[in-house]
């Protein structure tokens, strides 16, 4: 082992004797944890000074805004709502079953986000919905509208020539990018993203095509999000959006456990304690899964088990939880690289605010290889034909860690009703991806699976 340096008054040694999970993560194993610390959903929620009545309020700013995307977007045709399908993938869950020799229990879905559209990817929620707050809240302090006119006001060259005036700022791995700068631009606001060095270059050509100033940087997330937050704190009409602590990001992806909850309900699936839901979210700073895993415990309570999927080069939410620890570890601490083709998912260290909120509520985490990742995305393509990113990959290896995982099921009293289990695997990106970098991950997976035949 490395020398590396001490943290939090203990050595790594120490830290590895105390936590003997970090030993596997350090190495770069795929770990499977469980969140000891989860508690009773209702209480843990009644605690929180974000409720229900936010989410609803939440939920009607996106349908005040439906007639502006509407007009704004021509791809978007469903009203001007921007939702993904829930999918039921009965090939894909056979595929799987045979690739990893067992017999995968309940009812495998697939949440499309990565064909969420106008960004394709799951940060078409938060990221449009923080815009869209932000751009309301201007809006009405100049009195362009009132909140029961036509939004579709908005698109004016009046409300035009006063956005102009305000300038919109993130850090970002990619996608999160791309949405703000998507939506930003169509209200007429200035746009800057700091692009981390995992960023792909077709994310920041496009970004630079839609007039964003984008600014690349050497080092990774963190340095990104750190130097965004700099450059707007002393501009009054600067707007920077914090994937690490915003409110409203959170709020926008929580949305989606109402829209969930609908699609449910038309296909019939039944969510109670003898029908349980388990939701597999890929993770990088921790703000999507976060705010979707708090939507889905408001509507579900205890009958919804979230678990967050990161990569083993960067499983930062995992280790924060793990040490409870939170933002204060970085995956850096134990001597990881923080180095996946994951690019989404790419981050050292995972959102304070997030670990703070939800310590309670997150069901557990697990890691899996890049390789892995590869495989999925093969196989998904294979028996769907969906394309997604490798990040959107991570979610579908949720099902084999529960199945073959009996002390989870034991320790939740739901052996007896595995056969009942409803698995949504959340698909966060992919379908901006251009075609001949998708072709290369479709090739990269089927070589691999062609390569090893043991399990994936």
């Not at 949504?424 to 075609?435: H, L, Y």
Request: hydrophobic share 40%.
């Amino acid at each position: 082992m490395k020398h590396l340096k001490e943290f939090h008054d203990k050595t790594i040694t120490q830290w590895m004797i105390s936590h003997p999970l970090l030993v596997d993560l350090q190495k770069l194993k795929p770990v499977f944890w469980i969140n000891h610390q989860v508690r009773d959903a209702t209480t843990c929620l009644d605690e929180m000074s974000i409720n229900k009545e936010l989410l609803q309020e939440s939920s009607l700013r996106l349908e005040r805004f439906a007639p502006f995307l509407k007009q704004a977007f021509e791809e978007l045709d469903n009203h001007g709502i921007i939702e993904s399908d829930l999918l039921e993938v009965p090939l894909l869950q056979e595929k799987l079953s045979s690739q990893f020799n067992t017999k995968l229990c309940g009812k495998l879905f697939l949440k499309c986000d990565h064909q969420l559209p106008i960004s394709g990817s799951i940060k078409a929620r938060g990221g449009f919905y923080e815009i869209l707050k932000f751009a309301e809240t201007i809006a009405l302090k100049h009195q362009l509208i009132s909140k029961k006119d036509n939004y579709i006001k908005l698109l004016n060259e009046q409300a035009k020539e006063i956005f102009a005036q305000y300038s919109i700022v993130v850090g970002s791995t990619g996608n999160l990018g791309l949405s703000i700068g998507i939506m930003s631009k169509k209200f007429g606001f200035k746009v800057t993203v700091h692009m981390s060095n995992d960023a792909k270059k077709w994310k920041k050509d496009k970004l630079r095509a839609l007039g964003v100033v984008v600014v690349e940087h050497s080092g990774d997330y963190e340095q990104a999000v750190k130097q965004g937050r700099k450059m707007a704190q002393n501009d009054s009409f600067s707007h920077f959006v914090d994937d690490e602590n915003s409110i409203d990001l959170f709020m926008g992806y929580a949305v989606a456990a109402l829209r969930l909850e609908k699609q449910l309900k038309e296909q019939n699936v039944i969510v109670d304690d003898k029908h349980p839901l388990f939701v597999y979210l890929p993770c990088g700073v921790g703000g999507a899964p976060g705010g979707i895993t708090w939507g889905l415990k408001t509507v579900f309570k205890n009958n919804v088990h979230c678990f967050f999927a990161e990569p083993t080069h960067s499983p930062s939410m995992l280790l924060g939880l793990y040490t409870e620890l939170n933002e204060k570890v970085s995956v850096y601490d134990i001597g990881i690289d923080n180095k996946t083709q994951a690019d989404g998912l790419a981050v050292g260290r995972p959102s304070g605010f997030v670990g703070d909120t939800l310590q309670h509520l997150i069901n557990g985490c697990y890691s899996i290889a890049d390789e892995s990742l590869f495989k999925l995305l093969y196989l998904t393509y294979k028996t769907t034909q969906l394309c997604i990113e490798p990040s959107a990959a991570a979610g579908i290896m949720g099902i084999k860690n529960i199945c073959q995982n009996d002390f989870y099921l034991k320790q939740n009293h739901l052996q007896d009703v595995s056969n009942h289990i409803t698995h949504i695997a959340w698909t966060t990106g992919g379908s901006m991806v251009p075609k001949e970098e998708m072709n290369t991950f479709i090739h990269t997976g089927e070589k691999l699976l062609g390569n090893t035949q043991s399990n994936t």
